[in-house]
């Protein structure tokens, strides 16, 4: 079973920056994308930015410029490195990878607030 933990969420100030991270463990698996999404209060679920297989990336016209997403591979890591926070990224994120074979799995989010 395909399992994900966030972490790097908190309070930042706008402009400040912040690293989101995630690992992702189970059985060896193989995936069409690895990638993040944000929901705000009274807002539907938003991507953010997405890497595919082969290392080609996606990223929301919001966000792009100021946000970067990679990965580690040894580490079985994402990354969403994010510069230039505004307040209204303020959000849960959430990692996720759409496993071949198997659907979408979703961490448990963690919490990033831009405000001064």
């Known amino acids: 079973q395909v399992q994900l933990v966030e972490s790097g969420g908190g309070l930042v100030q706008p402009g400040g920056s912040l690293r989101l991270s995630c690992v992702v463990s189970?059985?060896?698996?193989?995936?069409?994308?690895m990638g993040w999404h944000r929901q705000a209060a009274g807002k539907q679920r938003e991507l953010v930015a997405d890497?595919?297989?082969?290392?080609?990336?996606v990223t929301a016209a919001s966000v792009k410029g100021r946000f970067t997403i990679s990965r580690d591979n040894a580490k079985n890591t994402i990354y969403l490195q994010m510069n230039s926070l505004r307040p209204e990224d303020t959000a849960v994120y959430y990692c996720?990878?759409?496993?071949?074979?198997?659907?979408?799995?979703w961490g448990q989010g963690t919490v990033v607030t831009v405000s001064s």
């Open positions: 890497i595919l297989s082969g290392g080609t990336t």
């Open positions: 996720g990878v759409d496993v071949v074979g198997s659907g979408y799995f």
């Open positions: 189970g059985s060896d698996f193989k995936f069409y994308t």
